[in-house]
C-alpha cells in the first residue's frame, strides 16, 4: 500500500454515479477504491426533459454515501463532476443544488470539457497515442482528436446510450456522417487509432475476448478490427442474461444498451475509417487527474512509474532499476518501444524473493501479465512477464503457449535475453546497486565482457561464471572475464 495520502473522483453521469479513490505515483496512480450506482438520471431526458424524482433519490442517497467514504479514507483532495443527464436537464441545476446541501461541491463539465478530459485519459495511458478518442455515456458522445500529447479538438454530440433508441432503423449513419462533416471531424480517423471510452465499449471489448477466447482478457488496450462490430453484431443481439451470467467479466447493467452501443460504433468505424478499435479503461476522470500534474510529471512514461513503484514496495535493498537497465542496455540494441519494456523489467527485478524459491518465476510472470499496468499493451506484458520469468530461473518457454502466441518469436526471445541479463546482474551484485556501481558489461566484436576491477574479482563466482555463459550463449557471442 502507497503511504501517498488518497485523492478522488466522483463522476456524476447519465447513468451511473461513481466515485473512484487512487493512491501511488501520480503519473499512474493506483485505484483502491471504486464504487458505482446505477442511478439512470438520464432515462427520462428524451421524454421531458427533466431528471425523475426516482433517480434523483438514487443519485442522491450514493452521494450522501460518497462523502462519508472520503472522510474515512482520509481523502485529502477531491473533485466532483456531473456530466449530460445534469447538464441538460431542466432542473439540473436544483439538482446540483441538493448536492451542495450535502455539503459538496459539485462542478458542471461542458461537453467540449468531457472531451477534453477524456482526450487527456487516452494521454495519461496510452503514451504516443494518435487517432480519435470516442467517450459513450449514458447522455452523450464526446469525440477528441488526440495527437503529439494533446487534445487537438474536442466536440459532444446527443449520442449516449440512453438515447440512441430514437433512431429508426437506417437513419443513424446518415446522422452520424453530417454530425462528422459539421464539427470537423469527418476524414480525421482515417489510417489511425479509435479509442473506445465507456462502460458499454469496454463490455463489447469484453465480450469479443470471451469469444475468440483471448488468452489475456484485460480490456486496457484490447485492440480489434475496424470491421469487428459489424461482424460481431449478431452474437451481441444473442447475448442475454443467462450467457452473460456465464462470463463474470461481462456486466449485466450493460446488456439492455450493448446492441445500440455496438451499432453506433460499427457507423463510426465505417465512417472515420481507424485502423484499430482500442479499447481503455481510462476516460475523463484520469483526465482529471492528468490535466493538474505539472508537465515534467505528464512527460513521465506511467507504466516506468508504476513499475518502479511497485519495485520500491516489493524489494529486499534500495531501489535502482535504472541502474540495472543501464548495465545490461549496453549488450542490446532496442528500439524505443521494447527499450521502455526492459527498463520496467528492470525496475521490477526483485518483486519475487518474498516467494518460495520454486514459486519465483510464477510470482514474477503473474505480476506482468495481470498487474495493473497502464501505457502496455498484451504482447507488452507477455514480454515482460518472459523477463521476470526467466530473471527469477524460469525455463525458456512460458508454461501457456497461447501467451507465446501473443507476441512475435523475435520479441520473445529478446526478453529471454533480457531476463538472463537480469540474472546474472542480481547475482553478481546480490541485488544491490554497489555491485553494478563497480563492474560493467559489454559486447566487442563476438565477445561478451564482464569486467571488474582486481580488488572485486571474488565476485566472479562459478554461478556468476555460468548465468555470464547462459548469457553469452542466448546472444551468439564467447563470454569472457576481464579483470582491470
Request: proline share 5%; net charge positive; hydrophobic share 45%.
Amino acid at each position: 500500500m502507497s503511504e501517498k495520502a488518497p485523492i478522488a473522483i466522483v463522476d456524476i453521469g447519465s447513468n451511473t454515479v461513481r466515485l473512484v479513490v487512487y493512491s501511488g505515483a501520480s503519473r499512474s496512480p493506483s485505484t483502491i477504491f471504486n464504487e458505482k450506482v446505477t442511478a439512470g438520471l438520464g432515462r427520462g431526458l428524451e421524454r421531458d426533459g427533466a431528471l425523475s424524482n426516482e433517480s434523483q433519490a438514487r443519485a442522491l442517497a450514493a452521494m450522501a454515501r460518497f462523502k462519508h467514504l472520503l472522510g474515512q479514507m482520509g481523502v485529502v483532495r477531491h473533485r466532483i463532476v456531473a456530466t449530460a443527464a445534469a447538464r441538460d436537464a431542466s432542473n439540473g441545476a436544483a439538482f446540483l443544488d441538493r448536492i451542495r446541501a450535502l455539503g459538496l461541491e459539485p462542478e458542471i463539465l461542458s461537453g467540449e470539457e468531457e472531451g477534453v478530459m477524456a482526450g487527456y485519459g487516452i494521454i495519461s495511458s496510452i503514451p504516443g497515442a494518435d487517432g480519435i478518442v470516442g467517450d459513450l455515456g449514458g447522455g452523450s458522445l464526446e469525440l477528441a482528436d488526440v495527437r503529439d500529447g494533446e487534445v487537438r479538438r474536442s466536440v459532444s454530440l446527443p449520442l449516449g446510450v440512453l438515447r440512441l433508441g430514437r433512431f429508426e432503423k437506417g437513419t443513424m449513419r446518415p446522422w452520424i456522417r453530417e454530425a462528422l462533416a459539421r464539427t470537423g471531424f469527418a476524414g480525421r480517423g482515417e489510417g489511425r487509432d479509435f479509442y473506445m471510452v465507456g462502460g458499454a465499449w469496454r463490455t463489447l471489448a469484453r465480450f469479443d475476448m470471451v469469444l475468440t477466447a483471448h488468452p489475456l482478457p484485460i480490456v486496457h488496450q484490447h485492440a480489434l478490427a475496424p470491421d469487428r462490430p459489424r461482424s460481431i453484431m449478431k452474437d451481441v443481439e444473442a447475448l442475454d442474461r443467462t450467457a452473460a451470467d456465464r462470463n463474470a467479466s461481462l456486466s449485466l447493467s450493460r446488456l439492455p444498451t450493448l446492441p445500440l452501443a455496438t451499432r453506433l460504433l460499427r457507423c463510426l468505424s465505417d465512417e472515420l475509417r481507424p485502423r484499430r478499435l482500442v479499447a481503455s479503461s481510462y476516460g475523463i476522470r484520469e483526465g482529471l487527474l492528468y490535466s493538474d500534474l505539472p508537465e515534467e510529471e505528464k512527460r513521465r512514461d506511467p507504466l516506468v512509474e508504476a513499475a518502479k513503484e511497485a519495485g520500491t514496495g516489493l524489494g529486499r535493498f534500495p531501489p535502482h532499476g535504472a541502474l540495472l537497465d543501464q548495465w545490461i542496455g549496453t549488450v542490446f540494441d532496442d528500439p524505443p518501444h521494447c527499450a521502455r519494456l526492459r527498463l520496467a523489467a528492470c525496475h521490477l527485478a526483485d518483486v519475487a524473493w518474498q516467494a518460495h524459491p520454486e514459486f519465483r518465476a510464477e510470482r514474477g510472470r503473474d505480476l506482468a501479465l495481470h498487474g495493473n499496468w497502464v501505457g502496455i499493451d498484451a504482447a507488452g506484458r507477455v514480454m515482460l512477464a518472459m523477463a521476470l520469468h526467466c530473471s527469477f530461473g524460469g525455463a525458456r518457454e512460458l508454461p501457456d503457449p497461447a501467451l507465446s502466441r501473443l507476441v512475435s518469436e523475435k520479441e520473445l526471445g529478446r526478453a529471454w535475453q533480457w531476463g538472463l541479463a537480469m540474472r546474472l546482474a542480481q547475482r553478481l551484485s546480490g541485488g544491490v546497486a554497489a555491485g553494478l556501481e563497480r563492474s560493467g558489461l559489454s559486447r566487442d566484436g563476438g565477445r561478451l565482457i564482464l569486467s571488474l576491477g582486481r580488488d572485486e574479482a571474488a565476485l566472479a563466482g562459478e554461478s556468476v561464471e555460468r548465468r555470464l555463459k547462459a548469457l553469452a550463449d542466448a546472444v551468439g557471442l564467447k563470454p569472457e572475464l576481464a579483470l582491470a
